[in-house]
């Protein structure tokens, strides 16, 4: 136990040299900063940049968190899509307030987001589905994401019935799989320093404009 204790205290963190954050030239709105910023991180092969962890409560207020992939940036809209039935698609169904967050360690950046989720609707979710790797598609088809498995099943099994079904018909869609757009109402940037005297702006909508605030590190 001491000695995890020791090596989490020796490990390094927030090395740098990072990229520099202007906050005397910020964008009007969160969108054109982030795109700013994930442009950068994809240049630098910040691996998995799209990756950002969702998070969602339960009906009974519990948080919970997982990674999933983001799928595009529109009008201060961020996409990301999954099973509706999945543990968190139920979340959204009861709870559709969500946060965001994004961290790119080879640049000290982390970024938040927080808004609300909704179903973009059947046809751009269907868009997104074909889009997707056949494995992906034959996963998705299956229908199960977050169930237990029932002991026995044979899960490879399943998996190659559904992959023959996408040969056989390769525009089978599953109205399992939707689309979600977070309409975002607070997006906070991170910039982290060796010093420790990180920048933070934060973004929030009111009424129908931006407004943009630092915070302390
Ligand atoms: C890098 C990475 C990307 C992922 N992308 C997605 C995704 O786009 N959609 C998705 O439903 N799950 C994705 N997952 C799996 C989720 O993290 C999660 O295990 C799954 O969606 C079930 O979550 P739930 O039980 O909370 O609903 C990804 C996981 C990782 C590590």
């Known amino acids: 136990m001491d000695n995890i204790r020791k090596q989490l205290r020796n490990l390094k963190s927030l090395q740098g040299p990072f990229p520099i954050f202007?906050?005397?030239k910020l964008p009007p709105e969160p969108e054109m900063l982030f795109l700013e910023w994930l442009y950068k991180a994809i240049n630098m092969q910040v691996r998995e940049a799209h990756a950002m962890t969702l998070s969602t409560v339960d009906s009974e207020g519990v948080p919970d968190a997982r990674i999933v992939i983001l799928k595009n940036v529109?009008?201060?809209?961020?996409?990301?899509?999954?099973?509706?039935?999945?543990?968190?698609?139920?979340?959204?169904?009861?709870?559709?307030k969500v946060a965001?967050?994004?961290?790119?360690?080879?640049?000290?950046?982390?970024?938040?987001i927080r808004?609300?989720?909704?179903?973009?609707?059947?046809?751009?979710?269907?868009?997104?589905?074909?889009a997707r790797s056949e494995d992906a598609r034959a996963i998705a088809l299956l229908e199960k994401q977050s169930k237990v498995v029932t002991p026995g099943v044979d899960i490879s099994k399943e998996f190659h019935h559904k992959q023959k079904q996408i040969t056989q018909n390769p525009n089978i869609v599953t109205p399992n799989w939707r689309l979600y757009g977070v309409e975002a109402t607070e997006v906070e940037f991170w910039q982290g320093k060796e010093t420790r005297k990180h920048v933070r702006i934060k973004y929030r909508l009111t009424e129908n404009s931006w407004t943009q605030t630092l915070l302390w590190p």
């Open 74 to 96: 529109s009008n201060n809209k961020w996409f990301f899509a999954t099973s509706s039935e999945s543990q968190k698609g139920q979340q959204l169904q009861t709870n559709p």
């Open 100 to 112: 965001l967050t994004f961290y790119w360690p080879l640049l000290g950046r982390q970024i938040r």
């Open 115 to 130: 808004g609300n989720a909704f179903d973009m609707g059947d046809e751009a979710s269907s868009k997104d589905f074909l």
């Open 22 to 24: 202007d906050v005397d």
